[in-house]
Every structure is written in structure tokens, then in C-alpha cells.
């Protein structure tokens, strides 16, 4: 059973940064498109970024376009996102995502996701 383990959250004030980094076990994230959404209170789950399984096409909402950057290391089977310039409406709970077989871009809209992390709480001050 593959799974998906995020690390790196807290609390970090505005303008400040943080790497987080999702580590996955029981297969291989090759053939993967991989995916970073969040989810603050009260409000339905994002999509963050998302990239292709040899990382070549990448994806990133609007709103953290030039902040965040996605990356990843199959050879260790992990991705991070780099959050930089992070702003009080960035907090949230942040989730990794895998989905097999599918493209990066349909992770925009959710769409393939075989398997999710339980997230790590990532808190800016203002």
C-alpha cells in the first residue's frame, strides 16, 4: 500500500519560508504526476502545484505563482514544495497527492488522484 507522509509545516511569519516535503513508501512515485493542495478552515480543498512524473511539465495556482516552486527526486521518492514570501492567507493544512498514470494538468481539477497524505498544518502571521 503506497503512502504519502508530509513534513516541514509550522508556523513561520509573513514574508518568511518554508520547504515542505512529502515522503512516500510502499512503491515508487515513478509514473506518477504529483500534487500539492491545501485546505484552510471553512473553506474546500486547493490545488497548490503539481508535476509531472519526470518533471518536466509543472503547475502552480495563481495565487502562489512565483512564491511556491515544486520539485521532486524519484530516485528517492519524495517531492517538496518550496514556499517562499508566504503570506497570512496561505495558512492551511497542506496535502501531497499521487495519481498514476494521469497528467499533471488534471491534477488542477483533482482528477487521477490515487492516493493523499494527511497533511501538515502550515500557519503564517501577519
Known amino acids: 500500500q503506497v503512502q504519502l507522509v508530509e513534513s516541514g509545516g509550522g508556523l513561520v511569519q509573513a514574508g518568511g519560508s518554508l520547504r515542505l516535503s512529502c515522503a512516500v513508501s510502499?512503491?515508487?512515485?515513478?509514473?506518477?504526476?504529483m500534487g500539492w493542495f491545501r485546505q484552510a478552515p471553512g473553506k474546500d480543498r486547493e490545488f497548490v502545484a503539481a508535476i509531472s512524473w519526470i518533471g518536466v511539465s509543472r503547475y502552480w495556482a495563481d495565487s502562489v505563482k512565483g512564491r511556491f516552486t515544486i520539485s521532486r527526486d524519484n530516485a528517492k521518492n519524495m517531492v517538496a514544495l518550496q514556499m517562499n514570501s508566504l503570506k497570512p492567507e496561505d495558512t492551511a493544512v497542506y496535502y501531497c497527492?499521487?495519481?498514476?498514470?494521469?497528467?499533471?494538468?488534471?491534477?488542477?481539477?483533482?482528477?487521477?488522484?490515487?492516493?493523499w497524505g494527511q497533511g501538515t498544518q502550515v500557519t503564517v502571521s501577519s
Open positions: 497527492a499521487a495519481a498514476f498514470g494521469a497528467s499533471a494538468q488534471a491534477m488542477i481539477d483533482m482528477r487521477g488522484i490515487n492516493y
Open positions: 510502499g512503491g515508487t512515485i515513478r509514473g506518477y504526476s
